[in-house]
């Protein structure tokens, strides 16, 4: 009997075996991981980046991973054969990689990290010869123009130089380089410049301007350093003017007890401080909302509050420089820094927002035939784009700085104020 029953026992046993499906084989096969998708391209346009990458014939959608700091995180699924990355802070370094997914649940390989390049920095414009910062990793320059009545850039020539000859070249032109790179398959695309030009010289070259503010008009890009290409140092390559720039860390208007601070107003009281300036640029504001500083009345003369010390710097100015043009720059909107919150009606420790400060400004600007250039209503920096127009949200990255400083460029000669 138990003899009868082994035999019955691995006879089910066999016929387990021979019957099993060949799908439990073949799914082996199948589960193998997919070859990663092809990317084509990666390119900066208006401080977005936008990848693309050839179709996977299984896929069902994709996956992008972005890597700043520490480990790569997921930020998009997509059916779509590009993403476009809007969360870009301002000046720093990323690396992407695109996964997908097919209809069976199955994950493919990974591309390898792709990278960005950075928009180039023209430094020089004179004549048909512009030249630039050169830029890391780039296998060369793509130079475009467009006449001033059109959006539409034409390529008019390549190089692997930081420098560059223009033919038929024209004064009223824009003209811009895009570094690329296309050694590795993919085509690697920088974003542009699209404020450079010439025809903002006429009339202005050797005019003698000088810049007053905070670390902001000096150039810092916070925590990167300083920028290549300040606010005062693009309107001299627009104007083809003498700019100066005075702008200097945690400067304020008004004059701290505590003589190791700075304090613009402080400043003007040297003899001759303004003396041989046609044009004085006034930046500042956002230190004193920041520190807290008193903010008084029109009317006060204490120069311990924002009124008072705008009302003696003034009158420095008017007594140094009688004949000179005075521009006003009122304070940039700004993200959430240190214990204050973002945006201009936050208030500070003394209970004052960034408007209150700014209007203080148009005021004694108003009272003393002062022009002002109102950050706020050209919204350069914003509630909706600070965090990619700035490094830290505040201080603005080297490309807003060229922004800014065509922006202010334009005003002034809008103006004739240069």
Same mark, same amino acid.
């Given at each position: 009997?138990?003899?009868?029953?082994?035999?019955?026992?691995?006879?089910v046993?066999?016929?387990c075996?021979t019957?099993?499906?060949?799908?439990?084989?073949?799914?082996?096969?199948?589960?193998?991981?997919?070859?990663?998708?092809?990317?084509?391209?990666?390119?900066?346009?208006?401080?977005?980046?936008?990848i693309?990458?050839?179709?996977?014939?299984?896929?069902?959608? %994709?996956?992008?991973?972005?890597?700043?700091?520490?480990?790569?995180?997921?930020?998009?699924i997509?059916?779509?054969?590009?993403?476009?990355d809007?969360?870009?802070?301002?000046?720093?370094?990323?690396s992407?990689?695109?996964?997908?997914?097919?209809?069976?649940?199955?994950?493919?390989?990974?591309?390898k990290?792709?990278?960005?390049?950075?928009?180039?920095?023209?430094?020089?414009?004179?004549?048909?010869? =512009?030249s630039?910062?050169?830029?890391?990793?780039?296998?060369?320059?793509?130079?475009?123009s467009?006449?001033?009545?059109?959006?539409?850039?034409?390529k008019?020539?390549?190089?692997k130089?930081?420098?560059?000859?223009?033919?038929?070249?024209?004064?009223?032109?824009?003209?811009?380089?895009?570094?690329?790179?296309?050694g590795?398959?993919?085509? %690697?695309?920088?974003?542009?410049?699209k404020?450079?030009t010439?025809?903002y010289?006429?009339?202005?070259?050797?005019?003698?301007?000088?810049?007053?503010?905070?670390?902001? =008009?000096?150039?810092?890009?916070?925590?990167?350093?300083?920028?290549?290409?300040?606010?005062?140092?693009?309107?001299?390559?627009l104007?083809?003017?003498r700019?100066?720039?005075?702008?200097?860390?945690?400067?304020t208007?008004?004059?701290?007890?505590e003589?190791?601070?700075?304090?613009?107003?402080?400043?003007?009281?040297?003899?001759?401080y303004?003396k041989?300036?046609?044009?004085?640029?006034?930046?500042?504001?956002?230190?004193?909302?920041?520190?807290?500083?008193?903010l008084?009345?029109?009317?006060?003369?204490d120069?311990?509050?924002?009124?008072?010390?705008a009302?003696?710097?003034?009158?420095?100015?008017?007594?140094?420089?009688?004949?000179?043009?005075?521009?006003?720059?009122?304070?940039?909107?700004?993200?959430?820094?240190?214990?204050?919150?973002?945006?201009?009606?936050?208030?500070?420790?003394?209970?004052?927002?960034?408007?209150?400060?700014?209007?203080?400004?148009?005021?004694?600007?108003?009272?003393?035939?002062? %022009?002002?250039?109102?950050s706020?209503?050209?919204?350069?920096?914003?509630?909706?784009?600070?965090?990619?127009?700035?490094?830290?949200?505040?201080h603005?990255?080297?490309?807003?700085?060229?922004?800014?400083?065509?922006?202010?460029?334009?005003? =002034?000669?809008?103006?004739?104020?240069?």
């Open positions: 009997m138990r003899e009868t029953i082994k035999r019955i026992f691995l006879a046993i066999l016929v075996i019957a099993a499906p060949a799908a439990e084989f073949s799914y082996a096969k199948t589960a193998a991981r997919p070859d990663s998708p092809k990317v084509t391209s990666v390119m900066t346009v208006n401080n977005h980046i936008t693309k990458w050839k179709k996977a014939a299984k896929a069902a959608q %994709y996956k992008v991973y972005k890597k700043r700091k520490g480990a790569y995180k997921l930020i998009g997509t059916k779509q054969r590009h993403y476009v809007s969360n870009v802070l301002a000046g720093h370094k990323y992407y990689k695109v996964q997908y997914i097919t209809k069976k649940g199955l994950r493919s390989k990974s591309t990290a792709v990278r960005v390049l950075d928009t180039p920095l023209v430094k020089k414009l004179s004549q048909g010869y =512009m630039w910062y050169r830029v890391s990793g780039a296998k060369g320059y793509n130079i475009y467009r006449s001033g009545s059109s959006k539409k850039w034409k008019i020539g390549t190089t130089n930081t420098s560059f000859r223009i033919k038929k070249y024209s004064r009223s032109k824009f003209y811009t380089v895009r570094a690329f790179d296309t590795s398959g993919i085509r %690697y695309y920088s974003g542009i410049d404020t450079v010439e025809r010289r006429k009339g202005h070259a050797g005019k003698a301007i000088v810049f007053e503010g905070d670390s902001i =008009m000096r150039g810092s890009i916070y925590p990167l350093g300083t920028s290549r290409i300040t606010i005062s140092e693009k309107v001299d390559l104007t083809g003017s700019c100066t720039n005075r702008g200097a860390g945690s400067n208007l008004t004059v701290p007890k003589p190791e601070y700075r304090s613009l107003t402080r400043d003007s009281r040297k003899a001759g303004f041989k300036y046609k044009v004085i640029v006034i930046a500042i504001g956002t230190n004193d909302y920041s520190f807290g500083r008193k008084g009345s029109i009317g006060s003369t120069e311990t509050t924002f009124y008072g010390a009302k003696e710097l003034f009158a420095n100015i008017k007594k140094q420089a009688p004949a000179a043009k005075v521009v006003v720059v009122t304070p940039s909107y700004r993200g959430t820094w240190e214990r204050l919150g973002s945006g201009f009606d936050s208030k500070n420790d003394r209970g004052y927002t960034l408007h209150d400060y700014s209007s203080a400004l148009k005021s004694v600007a108003a009272d003393n035939g002062a %022009y002002v250039y109102d706020e209503k050209y919204g350069i920096i914003n509630a909706g784009n600070y965090k990619t127009t700035t490094t830290d949200n505040m603005p990255s080297e490309y807003t700085h060229q922004q800014i400083g065509y922006s202010l460029t334009r005003f =002034m000669i809008r103006n004739r104020i240069i």
